[in-house]
């Protein structure tokens, strides 16, 4: 993951980039911190399918129920690690990257690999 601050020089048709921060973050981490913490949980707590189909309904995901209950046989069969993106379903999925800048180099698979100080 870049992290930089662009300036736009409009006159000339250029652009100033300055990289902040540069992040690794290994693929089994970039799943959504909520949905996954959530996952995580219901699962410590001995849940089943249908408790799992109720929480991808409540977190309002695009599935019908073949594909919900597919979905909650995989997740008890391989359950997730903990993801650290937040993902924004609302129209379009967007990645938010708040937690990971925070969490560089203290989590294991996120790695802080440049730093602007």
């Known amino acids: 993951m870049f992290v930089y601050d662009k300036l736009d020089h409009h006159?000339?048709?250029t652009a100033n980039l300055k990289i902040l921060n540069v992040i690794y973050v290994q693929s089994e981490k970039t799943a959504d911190f909520q949905m996954t913490r959530g996952?995580?949980?219901i699962l410590h707590n001995e849940g089943n399918v249908d408790d799992l189909?109720?929480?991808m309904w409540?977190?309002?995901?695009p599935v019908d129920e073949i594909e919900a209950i597919n979905i909650a046989?995989?997740?008890i069969a391989n359950p997730p690690e903990l993801g650290f993106l937040t993902i924004s379903n609302a129209?379009?999925?967007r990645l938010q990257y708040r937690r990971v800048i925070e969490r560089a180099g203290q989590e294991d698979g996120i790695i802080t690999v440049y730093r602007f100080e």
Do not use: C, T
């Open 53 to 55: 189909i109720a929480f």
């Open 58 to 61: 409540d977190r309002n995901l």
């Open 73 to 75: 046989e995989e997740i």
């Open 39 to 41: 996952i995580r949980e």
């Open 91 to 93: 129209l379009q999925w």
């Open 11 to 13: 006159d000339n048709q």
